[in-house]
Every structure is written in C-alpha cells, then in structure tokens.
C-alpha cells in the first residue's frame, strides 16, 4: 500500500505542476461563488439550499475535468509501461491514482468554507444539515469521480475521456427528471439509481442508510470494472 | 536465469509472436534481432509482466511471470520502446520516484541514486525537467531508472533508437559495463550493435525465431558457398568464358570497373565444393597470361545472414549489386 500512497503523491504532484488543478479549484470557487451570493442577496436568504441545489450539476462538469488524465494518459504517453512492470499491484495503482483525484476534488469543496461562515455570521443555519449536506457532497463526488476513473480506464485520449464520463454522470444526473412521465414501478426503480435523488436527504441532514449504500455501490462497481479493464488491457494488448 | 517456452501472443488472430522457445543463461548479452515488427517488444512485453502471452510460459530468476509477476518485476529492469517517461517530473524526483516504486531500503537509497546518478552521467540536468533534456540526456534516464535497484536482468529495447553516433558509443560502452555482472536482452535494429557488445544473437522474422548464436557463428553459417572477387587486365569475354569453365564454379559475375581495360569478376563457387576456389581461380588467370590486380574472398556479414533471413532474398545478386 506504501506504492499506492506513492503513485497518490506522484499524481497530485502532476496535478499541481500543471495548470489544471488551480483551474480547477477556481473555476469552482467563482461559480460556488455567485450561487451563495445570488441566495444571499436576491432570496435575501442566509441558506445552502441554492449551492446544494446545484452541486451535482456542478460536478458533472468538473469531476471529469479531474478524472479525464488518470489512466488515459498513462496509455498515451507510454509510462503505463513503467507503472505497471514496477512491483506494484494494479489495485494499488489504481486506488492511488483515484484517492488523489479525490484529494484534489475535497480541497476544491472544502475551499468552499469561507462561504459558510460568512453564511453562518449571518443568518443561523441548521448546523446539522450544513455537516451531513457537506458530507453528502463529498460521497456524491467520490461517486462521481469513480465514473471518471472508469471512463479513463476504457479510452486512450484524455478528451474522450472527459466526454464518456461526462456523458455518462449526466445520465446518472438526469434520468430522475423524466420520472414523472413514468409509470410507477419503472419511475421507483429510475428513481433509485439517480444520483441526485440520495443526495437530496443529505442536504436537508437526513443521514440514511439506503444513500450510504448506493454511493458505496456506485464507487465499489465503477472502480472494479476500471481494474477489469486494466487487467484486460494485459491480456489483449 | 531466463527460460522462455513455447510462447506465443495473439493480436487478435495475428501472431505477433509465434511459438518460440529460448533460454539465456546468468550473464550473457543477448541481441534480439529483427526487422521492424518481427515481434521483438511484444516478446520483451511478455518477459517483463506487461503483456500476458497467449500461451507459452516464461521464467525469470526461477519465478513464473504470471503466477509470481511482482517476484519477477522485481528481477527486471526495463526500458520499455521509445523511452516513455513522466515528462512533468524534474529529473531528480523521477529518480526518487522510481526509488519508492523499487522499494529501495532507506538506508541505500542515497548511496543507490548517486551511483546511479554518477553512472548515467545525469549530475547537470537534476533540476531540468524530463520533458525538457535532449534525448540523449532522456535515454540516460531512461537507463538510470531501470537499473536503479540493481536487478539481476535487464531488458531494453531498442537502448540506443535515435541518438547520435557520439552518443550511441557512450551508451554501448555504458550497456558493456552493465552487461559484465548481470543478464541482459537488448533489442536493435543496428547490426554493428550486437555484433560488438553481444555474446549470442536471437533474430526475429514475423513472430518466430529464425536463427540463434554467437555473432560469429552466424556469420560463418551462411558462407557456406564461397564468393571470390578477381580484378585483372584482359578481355571481359574471355574471362567469363574461362572461369566458367572451372567443375568448382557455379556462375560468374561481370563486375563494373571504371578502369579502362581491366576486367572484374565474382566468381561463386559451388555449394559443398572442396578445395579452395581462390587458388582455381588464380591458376587460371595465369595460364592465360592476364596480369592479376586483385584477388581476394568474399565473406558473407552478418548483415547478408540478416537479409537472408529475414528477405528470403538471393544473397548472391544482392552481393554483386553491392559490390558493382
Ligand atoms: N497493441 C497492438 N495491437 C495490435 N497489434 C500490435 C500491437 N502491438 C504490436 N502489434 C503488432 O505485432 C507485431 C509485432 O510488433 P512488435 O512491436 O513486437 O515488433 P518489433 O519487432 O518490436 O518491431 P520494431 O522493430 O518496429 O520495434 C506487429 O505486426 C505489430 O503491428
Ligand atoms: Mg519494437
């Protein structure tokens, strides 16, 4: 696991000597930015609904702007050829490349801070539903980020990559609006796989059990198809 | 130290590489030789656990590559075709990178990378970045990672692929130096290469093994038939009509002379002859009383074994086309 934590450092390295984690993370800010202000100041309302609201369409966007490099560039570039005949195991490979994509994405979220105490001083929140909302974000963009580890798993190119995952996450994001054209059955079972519809109880501070475990089964099956897909790529060549 | 047994991988339904089979005791330099996609990476992918043959199996250091492939990643070092490294990375973390990926004790660290540093010749470009040194700085790095842990066996492709020929001694001497305590393949398209740093040659056509031996002994393998090149003053005609009509003689060649009335002849002996056909040839030039200018037997390079093996082409015509 130490050569995880190695290949985790490596990449975040990466991220920062390039432009793509500042844009990132201020890309982020301004756009969290303007959605706590504009609650602030056109609701006249001291609340998160607003950026809770938009934060899983925000992340359709820009987990896959984090995720897009993982493991496509490896393939492009050739060092997969280094990374994978080091005495490493391909899991280690893979969790330490996914555990920096979502150090870089925490940081972007937690940077949101400032925004809550200025919302904090001036109003008085529910406490409880700002943690468990935050807490939510979190599991919602590790979900997330497992889509995009996936997605750079499967294609060569780092911009295929960014378009599969986010066409993919959009899916996820959307199939719950067409619900109500559903006949019940079909809509409970849709309704399930949403992604936004188990962070909505999250964002109000309901912790259930069922959200927990979807978000876990999103991650736990995204990120072992990308390690099938890794090993496949031995095989096949 | 390497036993390779009836590998073969499959693209597909094309056969990159097809059912070989070598071994490669401790310490020896190994050529693998072959024209451009005889399947020469994809066997050293195979070797090093990137690629999983088709079937076959491979041992390295007495581990097999599927079942034990982190013990045999461990044995390895390798530089992979065409260099690949992090070119975000400055060159000295790239070194501290491999280090950790080599689970390198503590305590060696240090004395491992100044040697390796010192080794390479990197000490002036630490501080540049990968993406940013020549190529030749490049291919030293290339080399610096993969010999860092001081693994038993080393494979490289194609070590020397686009550098200059300053450069490319450097580098030769530097796989000399290497070579002499550890088991090493190399890959290579450069004929001169294997020839002066390798103790055996395998050579590739199409997936398969087409010969295996020392350089010499290749060499030697195709001069079955002798070749003598004769220059003297005289009737082209006359000659051609002469030195054919010697039992030992399979044909001869007019050659081109850009002197005027003087003769050129390649004269090819017949396969299995006995007797030495230089000494047929010059009695007779002199019982006709054409004064000689030259004489002198033609030995088949490894680089016409190489054609021959790998063309199918008549080396013969070949030679005179060269010689002409
Ligand atoms: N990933 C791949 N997918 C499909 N075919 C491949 C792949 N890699 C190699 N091949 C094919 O396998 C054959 C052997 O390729 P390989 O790269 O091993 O040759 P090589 O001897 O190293 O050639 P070169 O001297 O050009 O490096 C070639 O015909 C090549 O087209
Ligand atoms: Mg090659």
């Known amino acids: 696991m130490r050569k995880g934590l190695t290949v985790c450092s490596r990449e975040l390295s990466s991220y920062f000597n390039s432009p793509v984690a500042y844009i990132v993370i201020v890309v982020y800010l301004l756009i969290c930015g303007w959605f706590f202000a504009a609650n602030l100041f056109f609701d006249r309302q001291a609340s998160l609904r607003g950026f809770f609201a938009m934060a899983p369409l925000m992340f359709v966007f820009f987990v896959p702007a984090i995720s897009m490099g993982l493991l496509a560039e490896e393939q492009k570039h050739g060092t997969a050829e280094l990374l994978f005949t080091y005495p490493v195991t391909s899991f280690a490979v893979i969790a330490g490349k996914y555990g920096a994509a979502l150090v870089l994405m925490s940081l972007a979220v937690l940077l949101t801070f400032p925004y809550v105490l200025t919302i904090v001083s001036l109003g008085n929140p529910d406490l409880g539903a700002l943690f468990s909302g935050y807490f939510g974000l979190l599991l919602m963009g590790a979900a997330f980020m497992a889509v995009g580890l996936w997605a750079s798993s499967t294609v060569k190119?780092?911009?295929?990559?960014?378009?599969?995952?986010?066409?993919?996450?959009?899916?996820?994001?959307?199939?719950?609006?067409?619900?109500?054209?559903?006949?019940?059955?079909?809509?409970?079972?849709?309704?399930?796989?949403?992604i936004e519809n188990h962070f909505k109880a999250l964002s109000r501070g309901v912790i259930d059990s069922r959200d927990l475990v979807y978000y876990l089964s999103v991650i736990v099956f995204f990120f072992c198809w990308s390690l099938y897909n890794v090993q496949r790529r031995k095989w096949r060549g | 130290m390497i036993t390779v047994t009836s590998l073969s991988k499959y693209y597909g339904?094309?056969?990159?590489?097809?059912?070989?089979?070598?071994?490669?005791?401790?310490?020896?330099?190994?050529?693998?030789?072959?024209?451009?996609?005889?399947?020469?990476?994809t066997t050293m992918r195979m070797l090093t656990g990137y690629l999983a043959p088709t079937s076959g199996s491979i041992s390295v250091a007495g581990h097999d590559v599927l079942t034990e492939s982190l013990a045999v990643r461990r044995a390895i070092g390798y530089l992979p075709e065409n260099n690949p490294l992090y070119d975000d990375m400055n060159v000295l973390d790239h070194l501290q990178f491999v280090v950790r990926m080599r689970e390198i004790p503590a305590a060696q660290v240090r004395e491992r990378?100044?040697?390796?540093?010192?080794?390479?010749?990197?000490?002036?470009?630490?501080?540049?970045?990968?993406?940013?040194?020549?190529?030749?700085?490049?291919?030293?790095?290339?080399?610096?990672?993969?010999?860092?842990?001081?693994?038993?066996?080393?494979?490289?492709?194609?070590?020397?692929?686009?550098?200059?020929?300053n450069q490319i001694g450097e580098i030769r001497q530097l796989i000399k130096t290497l070579g002499s305590e550890k088991t090493l393949i190399l890959s290579t398209h450069i004929l001169p290469e294997v020839q002066s740093t390798c103790d055996r040659i395998l050579i590739m056509n199409r997936g398969k093994l087409v010969a295996d031996g020392s350089p010499d002994e290749l060499a030697a393998r195709a001069g079955s038939e002798e070749i003598v090149r004769v220059l003297f003053k005289g009737q082209p005609a006359a000659g051609l009509e002469k030195l054919q009509a010697i039992p030992a003689v399979a044909r001869v060649e007019e050659l081109a002379v850009d002197e005027p009335g003087v003769t050129g002849m390649l004269v090819i002996g017949r396969e299995g002859e006995a007797g030495d056909l230089r000494e047929l040839v010059y009695e007779v030039v002199r019982d006709e009383g054409w004064p000689l200018l030259e004489l002198y037997r033609q030995r088949l390079s490894l680089e016409d074994v190489f054609k021959q093996l790998t063309l199918g082409e008549n080396v013969d015509e070949d030679d005179v086309r060269r010689v002409a």
């Open chain 1, 157 to 194: 190119n780092q911009l295929s990559a960014f378009i599969l995952s986010f066409l993919v996450s959009f899916c996820l994001f959307i199939i719950d609006k067409f619900i109500a054209w559903m006949p019940p059955p079909l809509a409970r079972v849709i309704g399930y796989f949403s």
């Open chain 2, 13 to 41: 339904r094309q056969a990159a590489v097809d059912d070989i089979s070598f071994e490669v005791p401790k310490g020896q330099i190994l050529g693998l030789l072959g024209p451009n996609g005889a399947g020469k990476s």
């Open chain 2, 113 to 165: 990378l100044r040697s390796v540093i010192d080794v390479c010749g990197l000490r002036e470009v630490l501080e540049k970045s990968a993406g940013q040194i020549s190529k030749g700085y490049r291919q030293r790095l290339g080399l610096a990672q993969a010999i860092i842990h001081d693994p038993p066996v080393l494979i490289l492709d194609e070590p020397t692929s686009g550098l200059d020929p």
